[in-house]
């Protein structure tokens, strides 16, 4: 009997234990915490306080929120808290903060080289990792962050370091400084006002001789110690091996090389670190970065050029000289080779700038030209020190295509073309230009093909006048006569030419400069809307042709090129309008169903009143709505294939686009809205009254009967629509969690689990 009253009594305090974690922390005001989400503000009893809606955690500040942790007060006391809500450090201490370091700009998932929490109590100091696994209790004078793998600590004035793993000893304090410098395992220590470098078990690699602080010095493949002693540098390598024994008065780094340039008696020498000797004797007044293994240098204030060896490539007798790449522009290093990023990464990138930067890597790729200048004249060599134009009153500037350099040279305002030898291909008689009249916008994607092309005009006239060389056969394909140049596609150009009678007349060329056809007076435009197949205009009518102008396809009332339809589907970006797509082309005349094949044969879709363009496969359709009491639309809505097959019925009243999502489509049916997939899968049941994307895109509001919902995407339901209100946490994770829901009277926080907070209120902050 006792045991039985017994186990009662502890199945009533279960129960009271359940019930009571599952009553609600009632506030007066309840809020999003802004940076320090997913912390919530809220107020209780008057007083302020953060709130972690996982955890019900309750802190009155926060000091500091870094790398996913969150140094707090409580109680006065301080602590360290994980953005999940769990205490990581207990508040119990006077003090903490982080010490964090990582490469680049910060974004969230950065990875960091390290995080280290110091700890203060009273006086004392002492660190934890970022797991809260406390290293050394707070008992220094001073702790600091040396890297990854050393913290310092001072007793007594001195600083030593400890392991940062586990708070081994490894040096005792004995410097007056102790510095992060060189590495992860390197010491900058200082004693009575002399330097010196130590490794991480505390040796000393450079004694304790030199003055004030030791700096870098980067070449290609190392990276060095510069010392100072008796107003002379001394270089050391890592190990504190001294790898140049000659007196300089500075150091400093040669870009792009592994000499280093030194100081002696005012002017500039190189020397080699790795062997010690000097490379360039100090007879430079400045000594510029290497470029592709050349050196820039200056003596008495004349330009030239040497190699590494001190080997001249051009004359030291020029008032400018610089480097030029394959494509004109000016390089003062060659490090632009790897500032071009890798294209597989850039998946944000439109393809025009993919294929820009393509061309730019490849012209890096090539050897570089020299400009030099003296006075108004200029020359150019090659990275040889052949001469390649002789230096005169004349402009020089480098263009590249398809692998192969070209000059373009200009002098009393006529322009000129040489091959990379030197050799004329276009003599110094024409203008080069760029810009209307020539029009090669639609060469944009194919950013080489853009280059490849250069539109030229006769000084002499004044209209004209304009015609295109091709650097690739290098000769002129079209004769400078014509009034306009305009690219229609990358295979095909239009040459306009003005008669005596002020009329124009087209000719089609294809991209190695054939004429293809040329066009009476009659023809007004010409576009080509595939390869085979031109849409012409004559006489305010459309027609279809071939390429040589037979007319493939005419009708009396197609009278309009694109764009205006009835339908169309919503915001399709970066779609050509009225061009071949899937075999089949929309005719716009007064019928709305109206295609034709490629062979000029007519097919329509007489089921529909308007049928769009179609895109990947699918064209939006259009039925006149004979229900128009009970319904808000003239038409019904659907979507077929090519073949005229139904993938979304002719039911819906409207069909939207959400933002630019083309893959998704917003339907409605009597007012009610949803959710299909182009290829004709319900993503959201037409049941609501209003959908929105919300955090960034990745999920779907919901509203039906004035209460809220939430769902993926994917059309999951994620939260169902019973709220009076949802607001998304713009700070927190995919910008929208934890939501904040208001239910009836109260709001409260629900998390992407669907995990709803025990803090709540009636007020929202």
Do not use: C
Not at 24 to 44: C, D, M, N, R, W
Not at 738 to 764: M, Q, R
């Amino acid at each position: 009997m006792l045991l039985k009253k017994i186990s009662v009594f502890i199945t009533l305090l279960l129960i009271s234990a359940l019930v009571f974690s599952q009553e609600k922390l009632v506030f007066e005001t309840i809020g999003f915490g802004g940076y320090h989400s997913p912390l919530a503000q809220v107020q209780k009893d008057g007083m302020k306080y953060f709130y972690h809606p996982q955890t019900d955690v309750l802190i009155d500040m926060v000091d500091e929120h870094a790398a996913d942790l969150l140094v707090v007060v409580k109680d006065g006391a301080y602590g360290v808290l994980h953005e999940n809500g769990k205490w990581i450090i207990s508040p119990e201490y006077d003090g903490i903060k982080l010490v964090t370091s990582y490469e680049g700009q910060w974004k969230k998932g950065k990875e960091y080289n390290y995080k280290f929490i110091l700890l203060q109590k009273d006086d004392s100091y002492g660190f934890a990792d970022e797991n809260g696994k406390i290293i050394v209790q707070p008992k220094y004078q001073q702790v600091a962050v040396l890297s990854k793998t050393l913290i310092a600590f001072s007793e007594n004035g001195y600083w030593g370091w400890l392991a940062a793993s586990n708070g081994q000893l490894l040096q005792k304090p004995q410097y007056d400084e102790a510095h992060s410098f060189f590495g992860d395992n390197y010491v900058q220590v200082s004693l009575n006002n002399k330097t010196g470098l130590s490794d991480a078990e505390g040796r000393l690699l450079i004694p304790l001789e030199y003055e004030g602080y030791f700096t870098y010095i980067f070449t290609n493949t190392h990276k060095y110690i510069d010392a100072h002693r008796q107003q002379k540098n001394i270089l050391f390598d890592s190990t504190g091996k001294q790898v140049l024994n000659i007196d300089h008065e500075s150091f400093k780094t040669m870009k792009n090389s592994d000499l280093i340039i030194f100081k002696r008696n005012k002017l500039f020498g190189a020397a080699d670190p790795v062997t010690g000797k000097e490379v360039l004797a100090p007879e430079f007044t400045n000594l510029f970065e290497s470029v592709k293994g050349l050196i820039k240098v200056e003596k008495n204030g004349k330009q030239g050029v040497i190699d590494a060896s001190g080997k001249v490539i051009v004359p030291v007798e020029f008032s400018k000289v610089n480097f030029m790449n394959a494509n004109g522009q000016i390089r003062y290093s060659d490090e632009i080779i790897t500032a071009v990023p890798e294209i597989s990464t850039q998946e944000a990138l439109s393809e025009e700038r993919k294929t820009q930067l393509l061309f730019e890597r490849e012209v890096e790729k090539q050897p570089y030209f020299i400009i030099v200048h003296q006075g108004n004249n200029a020359g150019l060599y090659n990275t040889n020190g052949k001469l390649i134009v002789a230096p005169g009153n004349h402009f020089i500037e480098t263009k590249y295509n398809n692998q192969k350099t070209y000059i373009k040279v200009s002098a009393n305002g006529k322009d000129g073309l040489l091959n990379q030898e030197g050799k004329s291909i276009l003599p110094l008689e024409y203008s080069i230009i760029t810009g209307y009249p020539y029009n090669d916008q639609k060469l944009s994607p194919v950013y080489e093909l853009r280059k490849r092309y250069v539109a030229i005009s006769s000084p002499a006239k004044k209209t004209g006048s304009i015609g295109l060389f091709d650097l690739e056969q290098q000769k002129i394909i079209v004769a400078p006569t014509a009034k306009y140049i305009s690219w229609l596609s990358t295979d095909f150009f239009k040459v306009v030419h003005e008669k005596e009678n002020y009329k124009e007349t087209i000719s089609l060329y294809n991209a190695t400069g054939i004429l293809l056809h040329q066009f009476d007076e009659t023809i007004e435009d010409i576009e080509p809307v595939n390869n085979e197949r031109l849409r012409v205009k004559q006489n305010g009518l459309y027609k279809l042709t071939d390429l040589n102008g037979k007319i493939v396809y005419e009708n009396a009332d197609w009278k309009i090129r694109g764009i205006y339809s009835n339908v169309r589907f919503p915001d399709y970006r970066g779609a050509a309008d009225s061009k071949f797509k899937d075999e089949l082309m929309k005719i716009l005349t007064s019928e709305g169903n109206l295609f034709i094949d490629k062979k000029g044969t007519e097919k329509r879709f007489t089921t529909y009143t308007e049928v769009d363009h179609f895109y990947d496969g699918y064209a939006l359709v259009a039925k006149k709505n004979n229900n128009t009491k009970n319904e808000s639309s003239n038409y019904l809505f659907g979507v077929i294939d090519q073949t005229g097959k139904e993938i979304i019925p002719v039911q819906f009243t409207n069909i939207a686009a959400i933002y630019d999502r083309n893959d998704l489509l917003l339907v409605s049916i009597n007012e009610k809205k949803g959710v299909i997939a182009r290829n004709g899968t319900i993503v959201i049941p037409t049941q609501y009254d209003e959908i929105s994307l919300q955090g960034q895109g990745k999920y779907f509001q919901l509203t039906k009967n004035g209460k809220r919902g939430l769902a993926d995407r994917d059309g999951h339901l994620l939260l169902p629509a019973i709220y009076d209100m949802i607001h998304v946490n713009y700070e927190g994770d995919d910008k929208i969690w934890p939501v904040l829901v208001k239910n009836g009277e109260w709001f409260y926080f629900i998390d992407k689990n669907g995990k709803e907070s025990s803090g709540t209120a009636k007020i929202k902050k």
